[in-house]
């Protein structure tokens, strides 16, 4: 490997753990898998017989996540709202579809991803990169959370979410997509390429030339370009 190649390789890895700092969280360990197995086989019974208590605690369990990423989609929290709601219908008339092969959070994910492209391909010839290009003057989404940091240290991070945030604006939609369903919904590969029906090199080829771009707009600073992270995969 050359040097080149080693140092984009390095500072790319430099840029996921600061994306992993900032939207925080982790996985469950090992040591749940048969619970979480379990779980996940009386989910695939309850939804086959449309049980209303579960879906109740479906909705109360992922409502922020789902509405989160309809956001991002969609630029717009009026088209996220009615996405939500239709997201949920889908789930409850097509329980019986899902078997489990993936996580429910992906298969979730999936039905509302697909549910904002075929609005977007009725209403107009439009690329789904300028449907999620989000408005300038759309007030931001953003999660109430008490914190008892301190002034100084709320400052600060505030300023690093920023300026990532920003940057991520900034790359184009098919490599920002693939770092929030990587590192704010901390899907795995295959569960990504699961929700965005394209295949895991590309998953693998998106995520790296987005760290790669998010990398030289954060280096640029705000006058960083759209486009740093080059053709799409």
Do not use: C
Request: aromatic letters at 8%; proline letters at 5%.
């Amino acid at each position: 490997m050359s040097a080149t190649v080693s140092a984009a390789l390095s500072a790319s890895s430099a840029v996921a753990d600061r994306l992993s700092g900032l939207f925080g969280g982790g996985r469950p360990g090992l040591l749940f898998s048969n619970i979480m197995e379990d779980e996940g086989k009386e989910l695939v019974r309850g939804l086959r017989r449309r049980d209303p208590e579960l879906l109740d605690r479906l909705i109360e369990q992922y409502q922020y996540r789902l509405f989160r990423y309809l956001v991002h989609l969609t630029g717009s929290r009026e088209r996220a709202e009615d996405f939500f709601q239709e997201t949920w219908i889908r789930v409850l008339e097509r329980g019986h579809q899902y078997e489990g092969k993936w996580k429910f959070e992906t298969w979730l994910f999936a039905i509302a991803r697909n549910l904002v492209i075929d609005w977007q391909r009725r209403k107009k010839p439009a690329s789904l990169d300028e449907l999620m290009e989000p408005k300038e003057d759309a007030a931001p989404f953003e999660p109430e959370a008490s914190s008892e940091e301190s002034p100084l240290a709320q400052a600060i991070q505030q300023q690093e979410e920023s300026a990532v945030k920003a940057s991520l604006a900034k790359l184009p939609v098919i490599y920002r997509e693939v770092l929030l369903l990587r590192f704010q919904e901390e899907m795995q590969l295959e569960e990504i390429a699961a929700v965005t029906s394209i295949p895991l090199s590309t998953v693998k080829s998106r995520l790296y030339r987005g760290l790669e771009g998010l990398r030289v707009t954060l280096q640029s600073g705000p006058a960083g370009r759209p486009d740093q992270a080059g053709g799409a995969a």
